[in-house]
């Protein structure tokens, strides 16, 4: 009995110890599962992160080589501009500009070709300009290749230069100039228009599109003169009223004027306002040409318009004028306007619309005496008594036509 219990408990010991020796057998296959497991684990993390700093790389390849590319295409592009630049072709007016500018360095070196008398001229063409390295050649600037002429024509006005360009580019481009434009709009023999008067042309009727924006002012064109100069009456509604002339007149012992145009009031009066540029501003005086101011007495009686030979006497050195009473009547078509005193002469008639207004024109039978005009009307005056001054100019023949028709509500627009 006490041998079996004995060998008993040996073999509970021995089961005991095969147990605890199976569970370390099995503890160290499961570390050495963790630690398979774990191994494995980290080896797929670093390749993993490989991976993802090689597609790091080749974004940051592709992106540095699309920058690359849009730096090396702007450079290109700054290159073709500047480029282009250096040839760069320019329009026909500021081609006009540059003959301008290239002939006032040629005269600058050359003021000994200047023009030294007021209202004379001198011109200068574009082959001297360009073959003294003053302007480019035409074909460089021209931008469909136009063949292309042009001069420039220098005046002398006051103590102004006036620079004048011309540019001939054939059927493309002709430099417009207001009396070209005027007219090739073509005359006419009856109605309202253009009549083309002893090598002079002049506006008649009632409605002839004659309106010309100039400085600020609206102006009426009388005529055309035979050097292709305009004669132009300003229709402003805000104007002065001015004595004829309020000198002590010994005929009839009072200070009602004397009528001689050469020493009136009104002479010093057109003098002043151009000298303080009080009708045309300084920057448009230089389009401004001297003319023959036709300053004939008349008599007071009626006188067939044909026969006023106003123009016998003349004064020229003036810049700002008055209309002459020849120029009123003539401006009516009416077939009975033949005297100077026809109440027909405001029929068919500008003038009728332009209001009252000093004449040049004096009287051969009083000494005191004037002639005005209202509404294409004439009449005499003292020549003390205030009346309207309505200023005329003559404006050079050169005259760039900015645009405009002539039309009341579209006048040819001129000047700066």
């Known amino acids: 009995m006490e041998e079996e ?3 008993n408990e040996e073999t509970v010991e021995e089961e005991k110890k095969e147990n605890e020796e199976t569970d370390e057998s099995s503890d160290d296959l499961v570390f050495e599962d963790i630690d398979n497991e774990t191994f494995t684990y980290t080896v797929d993390n670093n390749n993993i992160g490989s991976s993802n700093k090689k597609s790091y790389d080749n974004k940051t390849s592709y992106i540095y080589i699309i920058i690359g590319a849009i730096f090396l295409i702007l450079i290109i592009v700054i290159l073709v ?3 282009n630049g250096s040839t760069k072709k320019s329009s026909y007016n500021e081609i006009e500009n540059k003959l301008v500018n290239a002939s006032k360095n040629y005269y600058k070196e050359n003021e000994n ?3 030294v008398n007021d209202g004379g001229k001198v011109s200068v063409d574009a082959e001297t300009l360009i073959s003294n390295n003053y302007l480019k050649p035409f074909s460089e600037m021209t931008k469909d290749d ?6 420039v024509e220098v005046y002398k006005s006051g103590d102004e230069y006036t620079y004048f360009p011309t540019l001939n580019c054939g059927e493309k481009y002709t430099t417009a100039k207001l009396v070209d434009n005027i007219i090739e709009n073509g005359t006419v023999n009856s109605g309202d228009g253009l009549y083309s008067v002893n090598n002079e042309y002049i506006y008649r009727g009632e409605f002839p599109n004659n309106y010309v924006s100039f400085d600020g002012k609206t102006w009426r064109i009388i005529k055309i003169n035979n050097d292709k100069s305009i004669k132009m009456i300003s229709i402003e509604k805000d104007v002065e009223r001015e004595v004829w002339d309020d000198r002590y007149n010994s005929s ?3 200070y009602s004027g004397i009528n001689d145009f050469r020493v009136s009031r009104v002479l010093e009066y057109l003098n002043k306002a151009y000298d303080n540029n009080t009708i045309i501003s300084k920057k448009n005086k230089n389009l401004l040409v001297k003319e023959p101011w036709c300053i ?3 008599s007071q009686a009626e006188a067939p318009i044909s026969n006023l030979n106003l123009c016998s006497d003349t004064y020229d050195d003036l810049y700002i004028g008055l209309v002459n009473v020849e120029e009123v009547l003539n401006a009516s078509i009416d077939k009975n306007c033949i005297n100077t005193y026809n109440g027909e002469c405001t029929n068919y008639n500008y003038f009728m619309y332009i209001g009252a207004t000093w004449t040049l024109n004096a009287s ?5 005496k004037v002639f005005g005009t209202t509404s294409g009307t004439i009449s005499v005056r003292d020549a003390s008594n205030p009346n ?11 005259t760039v036509l900015k645009k405009g028709t002539g039309t009341s509500s579209d006048p040819y627009i001129i000047g700066d």
């Open 146 to 151: 136009s063949s292309c002429e042009g001069y």
């Open 252 to 254: 009839n012992n009072y």
């Open 364 to 368: 051969t039978d009083k000494t005191f």
């Open 388 to 398: 309207v001054i309505r200023p005329v100019i003559n404006i050079n023949s050169n």
């Open 81 to 83: 501009v500047l480029a």
């Open 296 to 298: 004939g007495k008349l």
């Open 5 to 7: 219990k004995i060998e």
């Open 113 to 115: 070709l200047l023009p």
